[in-house]
DNA sequence: GCAATTTCTATTGATATCAATGTATATAGT
DNA sequence: ACTATATACATTGATATCAATAGAAATTGC
């Protein structure tokens, strides 16, 4: 008899083709690359601009619960805001109500990056709906918002 | 009149809502973040346990389709098999058939790993699936599998 | 008011992601 | 065979992601 340890290869085509984590990192990926792509001219990655616009708000926020809408770390979002920070797009400014935290507003010229990046925002969302079978994008976007 | 730019808040409502890659970019995010708690005590991330399962085939794959499988780029897989070698779970191999070229080999030892890895992949997929909606989590895998 | 706990954020170190570029090999056109 | 093009992969540099840890300030229990 045999130690070797097999995973049968049916096994592992059966977790390719069900893992809806895999499933969803692959999505993410693409999505990314289409709305990097798209966004590129006017110099903001797709996570750019949804932090950004994210910060469009009548108030700035603090940093926890806009980590939480982005549905990620807080250390991401400090290492996320650097960047925005040096071309002096976002400023991180004390929250005079909580001295322990920061608020986070967008400078005039981060407003005037995000004006420019909406209209690529809204083609490039556009054609990726209409390449979906209708009804699809709505369904899509309710079920992804039930994992996060 | 004033030439401050202003985007009005209801469009950030709305693009926060509606953004298919925020939403795909969130829902990426926790199901990472599950699947890396879950497969911590088998020394694998979410990703790695992918990469390794894809390589769990009858003949050795070149790079170039295990990057398109995953949907990443083929530097992101370079970089992502470097710790996968030096813990001896992965060998990159010459291509005998194509110099340029490198196959990708699960080590007996990489075999172990992944195998121990399988049933919490198993249990953890299983209890997703299962607090999603009767016939959500087919469904939203042939909706994602149309992104990637 | 004080101590214990919790919350908010920063720092460090490891891995993940991709663009840009370069090198080697294979393939196609002639 | 020769040249031009295409393919496969590595390297570098920037950003993204999170765990672990630590510090400071707020909150809670008393």
């Known amino acids: 008899m045999s130690n070797a340890i097999e995973i049968p290869y049916g096994t592992t085509l059966l977790v390719r083709d069900t893992c809806l984590c895999l499933h969803a990192q692959r999505a993410a990926r693409a999505l990314a690359r289409l709305f990097d792509d ?3 001219p006017a110099g903001l990655t797709n996570g750019q601009f949804s932090l950004m616009m994210s910060l469009n ?12 809408l982005l549905a990620m770390d ?10 925005l920070q040096r071309r002096g797009w976002v400023d991180v400014i004390a929250n005079p109500k909580d001295r322990r935290g920061r608020l986070l507003r967008l400078t005039p010229e981060g407003r005037t990056v995000l004006s420019a990046a909406l209209p690529i925002w809204e083609s490039t969302h556009a054609a990726l709906e209409k390449s979906l079978p209708e009804g699809n994008a ?3 976007r309710q079920d992804l918002q039930a994992l996060a």
């Open 57 to 68: 708000r009548p108030e700035p926020p603090p940093m926890g619960p806009v980590a939480k």
């Open 74 to 83: 807080q250390t991401t979002l400090t290492a996320a805001l650097k960047p």
């Open 138 to 140: 709505e369904r899509l």
């Open 38 to 40: 798209a966004l590129r």
